[in-house]
Nanobody, 122 residues
């Protein structure tokens, strides 16, 4: 099982980035995919998640209205469209997968990608 995240980079505050996470060796039906982020010296925080089964989504309050998570069934990828980025969004972003419904707790996700760095300058 492999999750490969990409799309990170340096962007100015107010800008946009799109992260993608491709999966291989993993059947995504009956699973949920999530995005988490970890800033230096901080814990890994929930960002957004989507159910592969019915498209149910959840967002952290800090990103609601600015970030959109989506899935591409044919390509087995999940994306995170990030807009109106703020310096406090700076972090390493990880995608993760779990069997079952959308949850916010990182420890309940069993498969993780390697992370992609997002830096938002002020």
């Amino acid at each position: 099982v492999q999750l490969q995240a990409c799309g990170g980079g340096l962007v100015q505050a107010g800008g946009s980035l799109r992260l993608s996470c491709a999966s291989s060796g993993l059947t995504l039906s009956s699973r949920s995919m999530g995005w988490f982020r970890q800033a230096p010296g901080k814990e890994r925080d929930f960002v957004a998640a989507i159910s592969w089964t019915d498209g149910t989504t959840e967002y952290a309050d800090s990103v609601k209205g600015r970030f959109t998570i989506s899935r591409d069934n044919a390509m087995n990828t999940v994306s995170l469209q990030m807009s109106s980025l703020k310096p406090e969004d700076t972090a390493v972003y990880y995608c993760a997968a779990r069997f079952g419904v959308v949850v916010r707790q990182a420890q309940r996700y069993s498969s993780w990608g390697q992370g992609t760095l997002v830096t938002v300058s002020s």
